[in-house]
């Protein structure tokens, strides 16, 4: 007798069953009071995994189980792609990310074969390599946005964190700039980290380029040039890429010189003006203040000249001066003979007579200046004290002279001086 799904099945009573089975049916049979066990096609097929969190270079074992009579047979399957078949076990030895699929089986007997569902087998390892992208990959410009990328291959996925020039910035997977500036330039890197490891980044160079600022201008001595020296102008200017410099000088068209240094060696008069200077790059140019230079001949010849005056007035004006001033001293004593005092020298008496003195007697006038003389016991008179004084001298001749035939006498020459005690200068005292 036969039995499906533990049913007598009508009309069969042969030793074969020869009607079409169903996977999902139960057959049996009996005999004089004996039944078989029942047998089917596998049915509550699984795979199930050891151990279940698997690393990267670890051993995993899949095991394939089934309720199935007579017992099954197994096939394995890696993403629908067909393996060998074997048994219910599938051992992976030293897994790899690669390995990282879905697998299921496929339990089989005479009476039919049923598939497992699919489990994954997913490898997990920390992060081999990060890596920064920036977008735009092109030349960044000051104000335009911009965003930095962290990547990562890891499983389970990583956590990031962002560094500026070694700084802890921000821990996202991106930075976004939406109006870079100057100030952004630097180095940027990031580190990658999940539960088994981590690892950096090379740093990337975000370099912001930007048009030149003001720039200034300096000189390596201070106040006025001394005329003839060696002068360097600089300029200097904030800009990326580096600025080149132009030196112009005011209200002239042509430039001077080229390059962030002028040396002028010899620094004349008519170079003094006002320069400027002007930095350029491919993001655009921008001229500096003025700087006035000048030499210091101006005053050197207002020196010059102040010296030379006061030559003139020394050496020219004043000697005149007091020649005018003397001159006008001797008319004075020349038109007041009056005032002379008249000195009577007594003939000696054993000398020739008066006449005869008279006629010898020969009076001499001379103008006396007086340099710097110190008087002991009378007082300094003052320069307004033009008075005229008259001193007599007498000369004695040596015994050389010719004698008078009489008696031995002296011969009495009487000298009137002048004394003009007018106003003198120390400048022609001392000439």
């Known amino acids: 007798m036969w039995f499906k799904n533990g049913e007598k099945v009508q009309g069969e009573t042969s030793y074969s069953y020869r009607n079409p089975v169903s996977p999902e049916d139960t057959y049996s049979c009996s005999y004089e009071g004996q039944r078989s066990p029942e047998v089917y096609a596998p049915k509550s097929v699984s795979v199930s ?19 199935a009579n007579p017992a099954a047979s197994y096939t394995w399957f890696k993403n629908n792609q067909g393996l060998l078949s074997g048994g219910p076990h599938l051992i992976l030895g030293s897994v790899h990310r690669s390995d990282s699929r879905k697998y299921h089986c496929v339990a089989e007997n005479e009476l039919g074969k049923t598939a497992s569902e699919y489990v994954s087998i997913n490898v997990e390892y920390p992060p081999k390599t990060s890596n920064v992208s920036v977008n735009p990959s092109a030349e960044i410009l000051e104000d335009s946005s911009v965003t930095l990328t962290c990547s990562s291959d890891a499983n389970p996925a990583a956590s990031y964190t962002w560094f500026k020039d070694n700084r802890t910035l921000i821990s996202e997977q991106e930075v976004h700039f939406s109006s870079i ?44 040039i001394l005329e003839g020296s060696s002068v360097t102008l600089t300029c200097s200017s904030d800009a990326n890429p580096a600025a080149n410099y132009t030196w112009f000088k005011k209200d002239e068209d042509s430039p001077k010189a080229s390059g962030p240094n002028w040396t002028i060696s010899d620094f004349r008069a008519e170079l003094s003006g006002v320069y ?17 230079i000048e030499t210091e ?13 006061f030559a003139v007035l020394l050496f020219v004006f004043i000697p005149v001066f007091l020649w005018i001033r003397k001159n006008r001293c001797v008319t004075e004593q020349k038109e ?96």
């Open 49 to 67: 995994m050891n151990p279940p969190e698997i690393l990267e270079d670890s051993s995993v074992t899949l095991t394939c189980s089934c309720d």
């Open 181 to 224: 500036r100057s100030e952004d330039s630097g180095n940027y890197s990031c580190k990658s980290e999940n539960k088994h490891g981590q690892s950096s980044s090379v740093p990337l160079l975000l370099d912001v380029q930007y048009s030149p600022r003001i720039p200034s201008v300096s000189v390596n001595v201070s106040g006025k």
């Open 276 to 292: 400027y200077c002007e930095a350029e790059n491919r993001r655009g140019r921008i001229q500096s203040s003025l700087h006035l």
């Open 297 to 309: 001949a101006g005053s050197r010849k207002s020196a010059a000249a102040a010296t030379i005056t």
């Open 336 to 431: 007041r003979p009056a005032n002379r005092t008249q000195v009577n020298m007594s003939p000696d008496i054993n000398g020739p007579s008066a006449e005869a003195a008279d006629e010898q007697l020969e009076l001499h006038y001379s103008s006396i200046n007086f340099s710097n003389i110190r008087r002991n016991h009378k007082p300094r008179q003052s320069p307004e004290d033009n008075t005229v004084e008259y001193s007599a001298v007498v000369f004695k001749k040596s015994a050389e002279g010719k004698k008078t035939s009489g008696a031995e006498s002296s011969e009495d020459v009487a000298l009137y001086s002048t004394v003009n005690k007018c106003l003198q200068s120390k400048t022609e005292l001392s000439s």
